[in-house]
């Protein structure tokens, strides 16, 4: 098994759909930060993805075009947002409860729409791979970042204009702040209210984009629950990744490569169980989140609903 892995081509493989496989968490999880950052806990992330998934899938199957599928499949995740902020912001609901009830609800509408629209599986002509100038023709490298389609790209590319946006513009002051104490916030003219509600939207966009990517440009198809629990990891990358784009990025990145070495094991039918195999990413993520969030700490007033005090 050494011996393969350390072929080139073998090695420039899994990398490769490492960066492929990333992509769906790198979009839930950057979107889920940055509503935590705020203080909203959103556990409903895999049913948004999952509804998020169906209806780009199904728009792109009946109309033809992938513009229109992630457009709908962005503004579904949206809606789901808007609905956790809804409950979770202005009639301050238990976050947690209402995350696992907003989840619920977007396994069983997808499940439902599926079998009333299509009812069996079907395919589409997804995102095709877009090779980059230059820097798609260098050794390894090339490979395995700069030959995939423009939602990887998208996804990467999200990571440092989160960085910048939360650590370098007076909106990420802002985000930080509400998330960190939303009293002082307030006193110093900061809409609570508005802020969280615009990062849980945001966030429900980038969970939609995240299952976009799964139906129409990973997959190229939809089935019944096509999430597998992408969006449950999605948060405890957040945790893992101790709030920063930069970890969520590498941890992403460890969780999807394992996994992908784990597909490739079982490909070549190499004499281990196969069900060691496919724990094998979870219980490295179960052990470098149990290691990351000791030293972590989270938003102040993370999960903690507000209520402003009257003069």
């Not at 892995?5 to 490769?16: C, D, F, R, T, V």
């Not at 002082?184 to 990517?213: E, F, K, P, Q």
């Not at 394992?258 to 070549?268: E, F, G, M, S």
């Amino acid at each position: 098994m050494i011996n393969e892995l350390l072929k080139e081509g073998a090695l420039i493989l899994i990398l490769a759909s490492g960066v492929r496989l990333a992509t769906p968490y790198l979009f839930a999880a950057l979107g889920e930060m940055i509503g935590q950052r705020s203080g909203v806990l959103n556990l409903g992330v895999d049913g948004t993805m999952m509804l998020s998934a169906f209806t780009a899938f199904y728009v792109t199957f009946a109309s033809g075009s992938l513009a229109l599928g992630v457009l709908v499949g962005v503004l579904t995740g949206g809606l789901m947002g808007l609905i956790m902020a809804v409950v979770s912001v202005t009639m301050r609901a238990e976050q947690g409860i209402s995350g696992i009830g907003l989840h619920l609800f977007g396994l069983g509408m997808s499940n439902l729409l599926f079998r009333l629209s299509l009812g069996a599986i079907s395919t589409v002509e997804g995102f095709r791979p877009l090779s980059v100038p230059i820097l798609s023709d260098l050794p390894v490298i090339g490979a395995v970042f700069f030959r995939h389609n423009v939602l990887v790209y998208l996804a990467f590319v999200l990571v440092p204009v989160a960085w910048v946006v939360l650590f370098r513009t007076p909106l990420g002051l802002k985000i930080r702040a509400v998330g960190e104490n939303p009293q002082a916030a307030d006193t110093l003219g900061v809409s609570v209210t508005g802020i969280r509600y615009l990062c849980v939207i945001i966030g429900g966009m980038m969970s939609g984009l995240a299952g976009t990517y799964l139906s129409i440009g990973l997959n190229n198809m939809y089935v019944d629950n096509i999430t597998n629990g992408m969006g449950w990891i999605a948060v405890a990358l957040v945790y893992f990744g101790r709030w920063h784009p930069w970890g969520v990025l590498a941890g992403s990145l460890l969780f999807s490569v394992v996994n992908a070495l784990q597909i490739w094991v079982q490909v070549r039918g190499i004499a281990i169980p196969y069900e060691f195999a496919v724990m094998m990413p979870y219980v490295l993520t179960i052990v470098a989140l149990a290691f990351a969030v000791r030293r972590a700490q989270q938003p102040a007033a993370l999960s903690k609903p507000y209520e402003r005090a009257e003069a």
